[in-house]
């Protein structure tokens, strides 16, 4: 089936800044697709005053509003069973230049040498489809035999959890070389400091990136140093650093981000503390483009998959937990969820991830109508 491209899709963010359009390229971008979604067009008339004021200032600050968008995005749909769905966000996809493509059985990137390393070549790091097997740790990467096709109905019985990571790598980049070429493992989604998303694999496919989530979960890592003892701060200390207008991060040449010398500030200048299964950390907060870029993302995944809920577990005073569900309570739960709910050997994505304001806005996205919301096939 011949694909069909939106000549104008509108981003959210830039209906908030006063129209300024999101202009994807005409050309088709993965084999795989077979139809395009579109993001319907809303006005701002359309725009109740308590959803705006939901969606916030640093939404107009995003990186790809008018102007500032990353060059290295070609598109901002993502790929579900061969699909692309519209999320109103700079995607780049694992088959798009620039794009990390966690489908090759062999390293991604030349080692020094130019050599391959042989133990890890021709090895998956990923499994295709979606199935439940008896030990999800066990990295077993073939269908099992008769296992039905991943379509996108049985897609959207089976995969009820949007796992968040942060990558301690600092980069999208640097991410994916350790995860793909050093560890053998996967992830859907890398989310960079400017909020490029990455997309490596079809979310039809089952990525290793949180065990016993694995063959339910979609999993995205969020470029951040992550979080460390009060006491501990040397990582941060070398990470961040003061100039005239605040706190960036201090990259160096290989970060190789898609916005040409875009500069990466945290959200909240200071440094946030807090608990992450029992043990006090402090972390720097994710930049505003990549909370706007995470809320296109989380608003879309739970138009595409109803079973993933907008929200993220909770104790009994209503406050999104900072410790390891039980078997029972991870087993019954179906929405966003962090790695440290998953297994108290994890603290990600750690005490200064506003999970409130990611919720907030992505439920305003979907309140808008703004997401991947089907046009009719050709
Ligand atoms: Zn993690």
């Not at 908030?16 to 359009?21: K, N, Q």
């Not at 070549?121 to 199935?131: A, L, V």
């Not at 992450?276 to 296109?296: I, R, V, W």
């Not at 209503?318 to 297994?343: C, K, M, N, P, Q």
Request: proline share 7%; charged share 25%.
């Amino acid at each position: 089936m011949a694909a069909r491209w939106p000549e104008l899709a509108l981003c959210a963010f830039a209906v908030l800044v006063g129209g300024a359009a999101c202009k994807t390229e005409e050309r088709p971008r993965a084999a795989a697709a077979e139809s395009v979604r579109l993001t319907p067009r809303v006005s701002s008339a359309a725009l109740p005053a308590s959803t705006a004021a939901q969606l916030g200032a640093s939404d107009r600050e995003a990186g790809f509003v008018a102007g500032k968008r990353p060059t290295r995005a070609s598109g901002t749909a993502i790929v579900v069973a061969g699909e692309r769905f519209d999320i109103g966000a700079p995607v780049v996809l694992w088959s798009d230049p620039g794009g990390y493509d966690a489908y090759r059985e062999t390293p991604f990137f030349a080692r020094d040498d130019g050599a391959t390393a042989p133990s890890t070549s021709g090895k998956k790091r990923y499994r295709p489809g979606r199935g439940l097997w008896s030990d999800p740790a066990s990295r077993e990467n073939e269908p099992a035999p008769g296992e039905p096709e991943p379509t996108l109905e049985r897609l959207r019985e089976l995969v009820d959890q949007f796992v968040l990571h942060y990558d301690v790598c600092g980069t999208s980049r640097r991410c994916f070389e350790i995860l793909h070429d050093k560890r053998n493992l996967s992830v859907h989604f890398l989310l960079d400091l400017d909020g490029t998303l990455y997309q490596t694999l079809d979310l039809q496919e089952t990525a290793w990136h949180a065990r016993q989530a694995n063959p339910r979960s979609i999993g995205i890592e969020i470029a951040n140093m992550g979080a460390y003892p009060p006491d501990d701060d040397e990582v941060l200390a070398r990470t961040y650093v003061e100039d005239e207008r605040g706190v960036r991060v201090a990259l160096d040449a290989n970060a190789k981000l898609a916005t040409p010398g875009f500069v990466a500030r945290p959200i909240r200048p200071e440094r946030v503390r807090g608990l992450a299964n029992g043990s006090e950390l402090e972390m720097h907060d994710l930049t505003s483009e990549q909370y706007a870029t995470l809320a296109c993302l989380t608003a879309g995944l739970a138009e595409i998959f109803p079973r993933i809920e907008l929200d993220a577990p909770r104790d009994l005073a209503g406050r999104v937990r900072d410790d390891a569900l039980s078997d029972e309570e991870f087993a019954a739960w179906h929405g966003l969820i962090g790695h440290l709910h998953i297994t108290d050997q994890k603290q990600d994505p750690g005490p200064a991830f506003d999970w409130e304001q990611l919720l907030a806005r992505a439920r305003a996205l979907r309140a808008l109508g703004v997401g991947p919301v089907s046009a009719p096939r050709e």
